[in-house]
């Protein structure tokens, strides 16, 4: 691996800054709302905001940044995976909103790969332009880390599908209009092949999205329900009963995790100047200080191993290598890094940790505890910790499976 850019690299870094500080609407900036508010603005009642989110889009659009690693000819900029890596990095440092999620970086390129031109004609721009908004529809009550058992199900009546099922943890399916779904086709087929890839309207009639609040009292995930859902079959991504290989694909693009690694690290760094503020110096027990300080450099170095481990992911993509085993290495210790941080934190301050409200009592205005509370399934979703663990064993150090 070469950590420096070359020449190249470092004129196309300097472009993407002047670029951020050029175009980012001061809303969107560190230490203001962040990169988790475009979504929110995109449909806010405030036109205001709604035109600041467009604003935003249309920055990157123009350049073809919504979709970097997408080719010109489908809209994007055609990046190579260093490119890409070197604007995602640049985005990340100030928590700036790529615009998009999974619809660019897994949705979209499985219809590019697998769909039909008329559902890339349909879909592919109005991706791009930030007009519809994704959800995935994969995991179910009975199949989240078997997912090749899911039992949501589509009959084939003519030109149609009707689905009946349910889905669960589908992120951002409140402010999304289309999901990926992954249905059943053929139940008598051994169960990674009666699978079929299908894009569906959640406006649909029989669709229903129901709300999951966290325990941190935040409102991500939903679970989704479908009642006698008619889809046109030309909304059929691949072949039928072939969807399982289109979801492989799917999950092969931007494996680099460098926007968490990048948010690992600026994580921490507030956590450290927060303990050396006066603030800070009063909410720490001070027993048992040695423990906190060799449990916190600890904890730097794991953000230095997965922000390389990142760039190790990245590595292999430039030289045209699918990371497999690799990518399962970064998000399990990227992962779990991040709970024992939040673990460390909220020790750090004691009884303090039990206040969660923006109060004087509260440490670090009380992110510290929501921090905690809100990464326990950081090791679950995605793919759980065990199920990263199997991979390394097989694939990695050519384990024998059971």
């Known amino acids: 691996m070469d950590w420096e850019d070359n020449s190249t690299q470092q004129s196309f870094r300097e472009e993407v800054k002047g670029f951020i500080e050029s175009e980012l609407p001061d809303r969107y900036r560190r230490d203001s709302l962040g990169a988790g508010q475009w979504t929110e603005d995109r449909h806010s009642p405030d036109s205001g905001q709604v035109a600041l989110a467009n604003e935003w889009t249309k ?10 690693g997408w080719a010109k000819e489908y809209g994007g900029a055609g990046l190579t995976p260093m490119e890409q890596f070197i604007l995602n990095h640049e985005l990340a440092k100030y928590d700036a909103p790529m615009v998009g999620g999974q619809e660019i970086s897994q949705i979209g390129p499985a219809i590019i790969v697998h769909g039909s031109d008329e559902l890339k004609e349909e879909h592919l721009t109005r991706i791009l332009t930030g007009e519809t908004n994704w959800a995935q529809g994969f995991s179910e009550p009975g199949a989240g880390s078997d997912l090749a058992s899911l039992q949501t199900r589509a009959v084939r009546d003519g030109d149609e599908y009707i689905i009946n099922g349910q889905k669960i943890w589908s992120s951002n399916a409140h402010n999304a209009e289309y999901m990926a779904l992954l249905v059943r086709t053929d139940p008598d087929a051994p169960k990674h092949r009666g699978i079929s890839f299908l894009l569906v309207d959640l406006r649909a009639p029989g669709v229903t ?14 679970e989704t329900f479908f009642e006698d859902v ?4 030309k909304n059929r991504v691949g072949e039928e009963n072939r969807g399982w290989y289109v979801a492989v694909t799917l999950m092969d693009f931007e494996r ?19 303990i050396h503020s006066d603030e800070g110096q009063q909410k720490a027990v001070k027993k ?3 423990s906190v300080r060799l449990d916190m450099a600890e904890r730097y170095i794991e953000t230095e191993i997965a922000f390389n481990m990142a760039f190790r992911v990245v590595s292999l993509q430039a030289r045209g290598v699918v990371p497999n085993y ?3 290495m970064l998000q399990m210790s990227l992962y779990e890094a991040v709970q024992r941080t939040a673990r460390t934190e909220v020790r750090l301050y004691g009884l303090y940790s039990n206040v969660w409200d923006d109060s004087t009592w509260a440490a670090r205005s009380g992110k510290a505890t929501r921090e905690y509370v809100t990464t326990i399934p950081r090791t679950i979703a ?21």
């Open 230 to 233: 008619h889809v046109s079959v």
């Open 256 to 274: 680099s995790r460098i926007r968490q690694a990048v948010a690992f690290r600026r994580e921490f760094n507030e956590i450290n100047e927060y």
């Open 59 to 68: 920055s990157l659009a123009d350049r073809g940044w919504i979709a970097p």
């Open 326 to 328: 690799e990518a399962s």
């Open 209 to 222: 999205v129901r709300p999951l609040i966290n325990m941190a009292d935040e409102h991500h995930f939903n």
């Open 382 to 402: 995605g793919g759980t910790s065990e199920i990263q663990r199997n991979v390394i064993a097989t694939r990695g150090l050519g384990l024998p499976r059971g």
């Open 288 to 290: 048992d200080m040695t």
